[in-house]
């Protein structure tokens, strides 16, 4: 049974249920295979709403071994959903959802923060 406290989804993947998260280590692994500087820039590219076939399958893959399965990315391009690649859109947008929100509230890397010029130095 899933806990979407902690980030956790489930997903049929090939038939079988299997849950996923996105762990801290799964994000390390994505800022990595997705050569994202930060999360802020991970983030970046996952709204960006130009997600491919490649970035699909990192994230399920990713979620997946945040979810404690020995999956690797070359299991997961074979492993079938369905509804095809609206399927795997649909797992890949769910799971990040339930990594970046709380309940209603998005969860956003801070942005940087402007600093007012002390009075001695105006």
């Avoid at 997903?11 to 994505?30: P, Q």
């Avoid at 050569?35 to 970035?55: I, M, P, R």
């Avoid at 399958?57 to 079938?80: K, N, S, T």
């Avoid at 970046?100 to 956003?108: A, D, L, V």
Wanted: charged content about 20%.
């Amino acid at each position: 049974m899933v806990n979407q406290y902690r980030g956790e989804i489930s997903a049929c993947l090939d038939g079988k249920s299997w849950t996923l998260c996105l762990t801290l280590g799964a994000l390390a692994e994505l800022e990595d295979r997705l050569e994202a500087d930060n999360l802020a820039s991970l983030a970046e590219k996952f709204s960006s709403g130009q997600l491919s076939a490649k970035h699909l399958i990192a994230i399920i893959g990713a979620g997946l071994r945040g979810g404690g399965h020995v999956v690797g990315e070359d299991e997961v391009a074979e492993m079938r959903v369905e509804g095809g690649i609206t399927g795997y859109a649909k797992i890949a947008a769910e799971l990040l959802k339930a990594t970046f929100t709380t309940g209603e509230q998005t969860i956003n890397p801070p942005s940087p923060q402007e600093t007012s010029p002390s009075p001695g130095n105006r």
